[in-house]
């Protein structure tokens, strides 16, 4: 375990906003085309607080965007 590593329980999926350690509950999917391929499709992890402006983030870049649910699978 690292510094990095205290506070945060690796079990949960947390949220990609920085500074939150919020649980996700959704999927942010986009890719940037001027360098991703049509298939390439990143994920950032959102919670309820912070789905609508990582959203609003991507799509004021003009970066195809597709928000969708967020369920864990098991490992």
Known sequence: MSLFDLGND???A???RAGCRAAASSRVEWRNPKIHTPDRVKVWLACDEHVEYLRDFLA???FP???VA???TAE
């Open 10 to 12: 690796p079990s949960v």
């Open 14 to 16: 947390q949220c990609s």
């Open 60 to 62: 004021a870049r003009e």
């Open 65 to 67: 965007v597709r928000v």
């Open 70 to 72: 967020f369920e864990r």
